[in-house]
């Protein structure tokens, strides 16, 4: 189509890349992944471990979900529990050589996107504002 | 530009009709709108009075936002507080006569987009995954 341009484009422009992403390890406490989502103010972010492998993905939502058990939720109570026992693992993942054409189709269902480096550790995410932004642009040009 | 087409679209197509958005009421306890959030499974709903009029946005983060302060979190005790204490008023709105190019342009930094009609009553919503799902059915055509 007349759109190979922009679909066949390296996704690589659009990463935001690891340092800037908020995370948890996968053996932190819940207390500990509530207080990193609420400074960051984000409501779902990547669990990884110390060599950048991705585990899966924490969220408020899953947090709340977890303590609704509880009769009452005590804050120091979440440290009995950890993020392994609590995050997804149903989450969106391409490779840094990825197109922009892969991305987009990812992210009508994914709030964000994890990207994997050739050596698959992660190396950033590609959030839906970066694509709806370049899609914007590029009908305006 | 060529895009004219696409752009000038009116967004009635991809609005999700109020009937099919959850949402809750400006006087309703915190605990009865986590009840709906988490129900519903979404992160952030509308806040809607009796006769559709908007009012803000009520998310999952701002009720646990809410509740860290407390020492102990009760979840009879969210029923001490309101919907209106509680919900945020930046939110995104557009028109039922406005265009698909307005949409784009509001998603980027909205997951959804809340929609009035010609009265100023609440219609519905455009989330970012009906705007996704349309630019990529557009670009492989
Ligand atoms: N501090 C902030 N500054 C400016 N805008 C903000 C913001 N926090 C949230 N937003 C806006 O709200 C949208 C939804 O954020 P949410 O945290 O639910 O959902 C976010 C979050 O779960 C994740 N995310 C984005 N950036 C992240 C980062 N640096 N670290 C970890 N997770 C991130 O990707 C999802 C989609 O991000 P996206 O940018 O498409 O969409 C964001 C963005 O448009
Ligand atoms: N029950 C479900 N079935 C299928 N997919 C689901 C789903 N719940 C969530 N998702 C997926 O996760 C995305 C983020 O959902 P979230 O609840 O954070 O954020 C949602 C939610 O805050 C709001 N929203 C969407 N549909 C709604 C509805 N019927 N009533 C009220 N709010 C709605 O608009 C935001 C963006 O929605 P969007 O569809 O772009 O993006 C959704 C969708 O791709």
Redesign the interface.
């Known amino acids: ?1 007349e ?1 190979e341009h ?2 066949n484009q390296s996704i690589a422009e659009y990463v935001i890349p690891s340092e800037h992403v908020a995370h948890v390890q996968p053996d932190n406490t819940l207390e500990h992944a ?1 207080l990193v989502l ?1 400074k960051s ?1 984000y ?1 779902a972010i990547p669990v990884l471990n110390t060599s950048f492998e991705l585990y899966g993905i924490i ?3 899953k947090i ?2 977890a ?2 058990g509880m009769e ?4 120091e109570r979440l440290d009995q529990f950890q993020v392994k026992d609590t995050m997804t693992t149903d989450f969106a993942v391409i490779h840094d050589s990825d197109t922009f ?1 892969r991305a ?2 990812l ?3 994914h ?1 964000f996107i994890c990207v994997k480096d050739s050596k698959n550790a992660f190396s950033g995410i590609v959030p ?2 970066k ?3 370049r ?2 642009g590029y ?3």
């Open positions: 189509t759109y922009l679909l509530l609420v103010g409501t969220s408020k939502a709340l979900d303590t609704l009452r939720i005590e804050p054409e987009i189709s992210s009508i269902d709030p839906r504002s694509i709806l932004a899609m914007n009908l305006h040009e």
